[in-house]
Structure formats: C-alpha cells, structure tokens
C-alpha cells in the first residue's frame, strides 16, 4: 500500500479548520436563537433538558473549541513532522550523492 500527500495537504487542512471553529461557536448560538420559541412549552424532563443546554450553550462551544483547537495542534505538529522530515531526506540525498563516485560506476569507464 502507498500513502502520498502533498507538501501542502497538512498546512491547508489546517486552515480549513481553523475557520470551522468560528463557525460552530456560531452555529450552535444559531441553534438556541432557532429552539428560542420552543422554551417553555416543555414539562419534566423534557424541560429540564432543554433548559440545561440553553444554559450551558457557552461551555459547549467553549468544549467543542478546545476540541478543535487540540485538533489543530495536532495538525501543526504533524506538518512539522512531515516538513523536518522531507528536508533531512533532501539533505541526506545531497550529502550521499556528493560522497559518491559516480564515475566509477560507467562501464565504458577508460
């Protein structure tokens, strides 16, 4: 099996999701604003459920940023990884090609 990524698929990914946590922050603020005109019309533990996540809309965003943000350290590590390895590959190569003999290597050598 053959895995190949591109230089650049880590660092765009990162900023894909960089802006993805903007985005949910305000998605679930959406989220409440739309259940608004449900509040109320819930008894027990519908109700209490209900209220719970309203109340708690800011930890949830807060959790789920974490979240991403965690996410996107591990993409920032990764890239680096990936980058500091393809530059020591390429001075390795450099380093042993200029060792090496090339023209002992020709068969019509004279």
């Not at 943000?69 to 001075?91: K, P, R, V, W």
């Amino acid at each position: 099996m053959k895995f190949d990524m591109g230089s650049t698929t880590l660092s765009q990914l990162g900023k894909s999701t960089a802006g993805s946590s903007d985005d949910l922050g305000a998605l679930i603020q959406q989220l409440v604003a739309a259940a608004q005109p449900l509040e109320g019309k819930f008894n027990g533990t519908g109700r209490a459920a209900f209220d719970s996540f309203k109340d708690r809309s800011d930890e949830i965003t807060a959790a789920l940023n974490g979240s991403l943000h965690a996410i996107l350290g591990g993409q920032a590590g990764m890239d680096e990884s990936f980058t500091t390895g393809m530059q020591e590959q390429s001075d390795n190569v450099n380093q042993h090609m200029s060792a090496a003999n090339f023209d002992a290597a020709r068969f019509g050598a004279r």
